[in-house]
């Protein structure tokens, strides 16, 4: 990507950025309890939606979750996941 253009898209997302915390703060001002209740449903959807890519990255792994194990006869590479680990958490 050209510097140039680089800079104009860095420009152009940290002015969006300041715009949309301009934004929220005068929601949080107005509407706290709505405000908090937003950001609470954004957090749980985040969640979620990260919690359904750990379970995507296992099952591509071969995690069999019914028996909490990785398939014993994945071939060498599948099994190793290519880099990727279940987080342990």
């Not at 104009?8 to 940290?14: C, E, F, I, T, Y």
């Not at 969640?47 to 398939?71: I, K, Q, S, W």
């Not at 060498?76 to 958490?89: I, L, M, N, Q, V």
Request: aromatic share 6%.
């Amino acid at each position: 990507m050209d510097a140039r253009v680089a800079g104009l898209l860095l420009d152009l997302l940290s002015r969006r950025i300041e715009l949309v915390e301009t934004a929220l703060e005068g929601l949080r001002l107005q509407y706290p309890g709505y405000a908090e209740e937003l950001e609470r449903r954004f957090i749980r959807r985040t969640t979620l939606r990260l919690e359904e890519r750990e379970y995507t990255a296992m099952r591509e792994d071969g995690f069999d979750r019914r028996r909490g194990l990785y398939h014993l006869d994945a071939k060498p590479d599948e099994a190793a996941g290519h880099g990727r680990r279940p987080s342990t958490s």
